[in-house]
C-alpha cells in the first residue's frame, strides 16, 4: 500500500485548493484520513491533508492510453493519462532525491536528507525507549516525504522498467535511466545506505528494511552494477 501524498508536499495552497474543488467528484481530501473536508479558511488548512481517490475506477481510467464512451465504440486518446512507467521512474527518482538531498521547506533538521544520527540522538548507549522525547524526534527529523522515500523506493524501482534500458510507452514522457542507476549505484556504494538502514531502525521499520534488501536482490542483477 502506498502513503497518500499530502498537500504540502505538492502545490501552491491557493493552486491546490482550486484543482481539488474541481475533482470534488473523484477525489476525497481529508484530514489525517478523516472522511470530513475541513471547513476552515485557506490558511487554516492543516498540513497534514491527505488526497485519495474515492474509487479505483478514477486511477485505472488514468492508466488508460485509450478508451471507448458510452456514445461510441471508437477508441478515444486519453488526454488524461498518465504514463505508469514514466511516473515509476519520476518517483524513483524522486525517492533518492529526497533521501540524498530532502525536499525544498525543510527546516536545517530535514533539509539535507539521510545522514548519520539523524536523530540527533546523545547516546547510542541509551535504549530508545528510554529517551523521553524518542517519537517526536523522529517523528521531526524524519518528515513523512522523507519516510515514504525510506520506505518505497523499491516499490517504485520495480515498476520503473529500467532493465536493459527499456523505454515506456511514450519517450518524450521518459527520465533519463541512466541518471536513476547513478543515483541508485551511489545509494548503495555510499554511507547513504547504513543510514537508510538507521532511519529505517528509529521508525522501527527493520523488518520492512530487510524485505526491500532481498526483494531488491532478487531483480535482475543485470539492472544495477555495483562494480
Known sequence: AFLPPRRRDMLPLEEFTGIVMKLKPVLRVSASGNDKFPKEDQQKLG?????????????????????????SATPRLNDYWSNPVSLARNM????????????????SSTSGGLRFNICSLQSSHVSNEDIEDFADRVARCIPPELSYAILYWKTHLVKASLESGARSDDASYDVDVESILSMIR???????????????????????????????LRLNPGTVRCS
Do not use: P
Open 186 to 216: 551511489n545509494f548503495l556504494q555510499s554511507t547513504r545506505s547504513l543510514y537508510w538502514m538507521e532511519s529505517a531502525s528509529l521508525m522501527k521499520k527493520m523488518d520492512a528494511a530487510r524485505d526491500i534488501l532481498l526483494d531488491f
Open 92 to 107: 524513483t527518482r524522486a525517492c533518492f532525491e529526497t533521501m540524498e538531498k530532502g525536499t525544498r521547506g525543510g527546516d
Open 47 to 71: 498540513s497534514d491533508l491527505v488526497v485519495q481517490a474515492y474509487h479505483l475506477s478514477f486511477l485505472d481510467f488514468l492508466r488508460k492510453r485509450e478508451y471507448t464512451s458510452q456514445n
